[in-house]
């Protein structure tokens, strides 16, 4: 996060955490509380309602007839889709009391997730339903699934079918539902997907001008739609970075995320990593070394430091709110960001000005031409200890979240769906500036998540501090760079019981420097 006012940049998804020592310390303090918890808390909250069945059934008769009750919902601070719940909630409880007779209120917590993270998960170990329904970062899951904190997914789609909605691509679930990976255990209920793109002017490419000198400079025509911009590779894109770079004029060809901030720079960099048919761990083994420090991917993280010369001064400090400010300042011809911070990317005196493509492809070693980017966003995840009112609640919630006309209002305020009715809707490519981008990188295998590990936090704090030292120019090596890393992790992962294989003697000791 750039430090400036949320209300401000609004920013998205994980990045908006403070930085590497909060999330550090959620760390430590999670699997310190994960050791106290239960080996696996009740999913349900107590004993089956007045009609004989499980709160995880929700309302189902009169039982909550009558009653008052306070939903406490636990939401990313500054982050529209993650408040709009929030606003959206007084439909909620006029639902709740016409279908169910019963008055329903809302109270929020809201907290940039680094903080959230810390304000949930001692309630959650001590087994408090202080926060009822909770927006989670995707990472988090295997933190609150192990020791039994939330409640299985499958149990409630099993109780409630209409809410089991088919999802656009199998990058919805392995992403924000599914843990460990591969199980096809659900945990986590979609609330807010997101994929990565590229921001452009637009206005700048159709300029006679531009349009005039660049042919004259590179011998070939200054591309200007979607469909000519969006088959291009990084490599393509380079004699435009290159042409719109005019540092006398305080203005450059592009930027993207190399900041040391919670998962800035892994982000932006790990498309690098999957063009090479890479990857940064194997999770069937849970080895780093041998996978993440190829010399493959050496390259690529030498390539991607390279593109910052045809960025603006301070790109290693560069994250989510610098993209905004300098992209809407008219600093850069091109930024790189989330494609769901598209409503700030593209304020009012931009409408009609930029376009948003999705991440710029690659060659691939098999010769074709495609993209893997990186997927953000957030599932819902359902307290395990709520009791059995606020339960059905959380249930009753969801039913109503997920209804299509809920959907559509969601998506309307600035929210993205993730289901095959909603992202396949009549109108949703053409509904936003940049809804046809974010649907392309939905596709199956365009994007990929990583690790949703427990000790998620402590190894992106070892790969983020690496990486920022190469950004900077502390160091120069880029193999050297990922040798640290991968001796580094596959140590943590071989001390938590994750990969039965030891890092080799010579990676333990290294030093970046």
């Known amino acids: 996060m750039s430090g400036k006012n949320l209300t401000q940049t609004s920013l998205s998804r994980r990045q908006l955490l403070k930085g590497m ?40 008769g009169d039982e909550m007839r009558g009653k008052t009750i ?25 639902m709740a009391k016409e279908k169910y007779g019963y008055t ?15 304000k949930v998960a001692p309630t959650l170990a001590s087994r408090s339903q202080e926060f009822n329904l909770i927006v989670s970062d995707s990472q988090w899951l295997g933190a609150l699934a192990e020791p ?26 392995e992403t924000y539902q599914v843990y ?16 990565q793109g590229i921001f452009v002017r637009k206005d700048l ?70 063009a090479t048919g890479g990857d940064i761990w194997d999770k069937t083994t849970g080895n780093v070394v041998g996978v993440l420090n190829t010399d ?23 994250g989510i709110g610098e993209m905004i400010d300098l992209f809407t300042q008219g600093k850069v011809f091109s930024a790189f960001n989330w494609l769901a911070v598209g409503l700030f990317m593209i304020p009012p005196e931009l409408e009609g000005k930029v376009l948003a493509l999705p991440h710029p492809k690659f060659i691939f070693p098999d010769g074709e031409r495609k993209v893997i980017g990186a997927m953000g966003g957030q599932p819902w995840v359902i307290n395990a200890f709520n009791d059995d009112d606020h339960m059905r609640v959380c249930i009753d919630f969801l039913k109503w979240w997920y209804q299509d006309d809920t959907q559509a209002e969601f998506v309307q305020k600035g929210g993205l769906p993730w289901s095959k009715k909603g992202v396949n809707a009549p109108g949703f490519e053409e509904l936003k500036p940049y809804t046809r981008a974010f649907k ?56 938590k019981g994750r990969t039965q294989t030891p890092p080799p003697d010579e990676l333990r000791n290294l030093t970046l420097m």
């Not at 990313?76 to 439909?91: C, D, H, T, Y």
């Not at 039994?148 to 679930?173: C, H, K, Q, T």
């Not at 460990?180 to 994929?195: C, E, K």
């Open 21 to 60: 020592a909060a999330v550090g310390v959620a760390a430590v303090a999670a699997n310190a509380l994960a050791a106290c918890a239960p080996a696996g808390a009740p999913a349900g909250g107590g004993a089956p309602g007045p009609a004989g069945t499980s709160p995880l059934a929700g309302t189902v």
């Open 70 to 94: 306070e939903l406490s919902l636990a939401v990313i601070a500054g982050w529209p889709p993650s408040q709009l719940p929030v606003e959206m909630f007084p439909k909620f409880a006029e």
């Open 104 to 118: 329903v209120t809302v109270r929020k917590t809201e907290a940039p997730f680094a903080a959230l993270f810390q």
């Open 148 to 173: 039994g904190w939330i409640v299985r997914a499958d149990d409630v789609y099993a109780l409630n079918p209409e809410l089991d909605i088919e999802p656009f691509s199998s990058l919805v679930v």
């Open 180 to 195: 460990p990976d591969g199980s096809g255990q659900r945990w986590g209920f979609p609330q807010m997907p997101d994929t």
């Open 205 to 274: 490419l159709e300029d006679p001008a531009e349009q005039a000198a660049f042919e004259a400079r590179y011998g070939r025509k200054l591309p200007t739609t979607y469909e000519e911009l969006e088959p291009l590779t990084v490599q393509e894109w380079e004699p435009i970075f290159e042409f719109f770079t005019r540092p006398e004029k305080d203005f450059y060809g592009t930027a993207a995320q190399y900041s040391k901030e919670y998962d800035f720079f892994s982000c932006a960099y790990h498309p690098y990593v999957y």
């Open 296 to 318: 493959a991917n050496a390259a690529q993280l030498e390539y991607f430091r390279s593109l910052q010369k045809y960025q603006p001064p301070g790109s290693p400090d560069f």
């Open 440 to 495: 392309y990188m939905l596709e199956e295998g365009r994007s990929r998540d990583f690790w949703h590990l427990p000790e998620y936090a402590e190894l992106l704090a070892i790969q983020q501090e690496a990486y920022s030292a190469y950004a900077s120019g502390q160091v120069n090596d880029p193999k050297r760079v990922l040798d640290y890393i991968a001796g580094r992790q596959q140590a943590l992962l071989f001390e």
